[in-house]
């Protein structure tokens, strides 16, 4: 019986170059298109990778926060936006309830939720320390401002916890007492995270000075390579990218919503660009499960 291998993120191990490109081309194309087969493909696609890389805390995190996104979106536009030759219904106010407006909230929240799940991703793969390598030496000072934000939730996150174990060993509980005494000791654990915050950003900015951090004469030290592996992909990236933006220019991937429903009619042309669109956003995926396969076919012979 073959041994089933957990491998961890093979994209991720890619030049943080084309990382960065990956997630520009999905986000960018995730907010421009509006057609609901490339905002499925790409929410998807999300989904499926996120899950592939944290498992069970990606499904949590998809229903917890995504589809109540969606739902809420979906609820929320027809209240304002009456547009639409499809009239459901009439509200009190005389204002339609319109199918095309619901349509188009369901549409709106399928992108909140499907760019949110990409920054997820892209939080994941693109660290601190390659976003300074990639920004360090064209914007030096955004570049450190980024990094430092990049990090400073979870940071923050864990150093509340430290706090917050601290004031409940000498009595100070924030889940216990009554309401005044807990807010008096949530104010104190506000004031010690925004001094501690203050103080290590200090702290930070002086030892990235004293390291000549931002000099033009200062040298800079890099893991990565740009390899074979990393030129393929590239090439893949820009010839995608170039293909999906044309597809866009030509109207292949039209979608209205307003004033009735309608949309790019499919052809073999069109149908070309949605398959480019879904190998794009599954790419990490591909590369994942291909890895996968092999290590298991690997254990499987020994």
């Not at 400073?152 to 216990?176: E, L, M, N």
Request: proline fraction near 4%; charged fraction near 15%; aromatic fraction near 14%.
């Amino acid at each position: 019986m073959p041994l089933v291998v957990k491998m961890a993120d093979r994209f991720a191990k890619y030049h943080p170059l084309v990382n960065f490109l990956y997630f520009t081309l999905v986000i960018g194309f995730s907010m421009a298109l509006n057609h609901p087969i490339t905002q499925i493909i790409s929410l998807l696609a999300a989904v499926l990778y996120a899950i592939q890389c944290e498992g069970r805390k990606a499904v949590l995190f998809t229903l917890k926060f995504c589809l109540p996104m969606v739902l809420l979106t979906a609820f929320i536009n027809p209240a304002f936006s009456h547009e639409g030759v499809t009239k459901l219904l009439y509200f009190p106010t005389g204002n339609p309830l319109t199918l095309e407006s619901i349509l188009y909230g369901f549409s709106a929240g399928l992108m909140l939720a499907t760019v949110l799940l990409w920054f997820v991703n892209f939080n994941r793969v693109i660290t601190s320390d390659k976003f300074v390598y990639l920004f360090g030496r064209i914007l030096p000072a955004l570049s450190l401002v980024l990094s430092m934000t990049l990090r400073f939730i979870p940071k923050f996150k864990s150093q509340t916890k430290t706090v917050a174990d601290a004031q409940r060993c000498i009595g100070r509980d924030i889940s216990s007492g009554n309401l005044l005494s807990r807010i008096k000791t949530a104010v104190t654990v506000l004031s010690i995270m925004i001094t501690w915050a203050l103080e290590n950003a200090i702290e930070t900015a002086d030892s990235m000075k004293s390291r000549g951090y931002g000099l033009k004469e200062r040298t800079a030290f890099s893991i990565y390579r740009f390899d074979e592996r990393d030129k393929m992909m590239m090439l893949w990236l820009l010839f995608s990218g170039l293909y999906l933006l044309s597809g866009s220019m030509a109207l292949a991937f039209a979608f209205r919503y307003f004033p009735s429903i309608q949309w790019a009619k499919l052809t073999p042309i069109t149908i070309s660009f949605y398959v480019v669109y879904l190998l794009l956003c599954s790419t990490p995926i591909t590369l994942n499960k291909l890895e996968e396969q092999k290590w298991n076919a690997i254990h499987s012979k020994m």
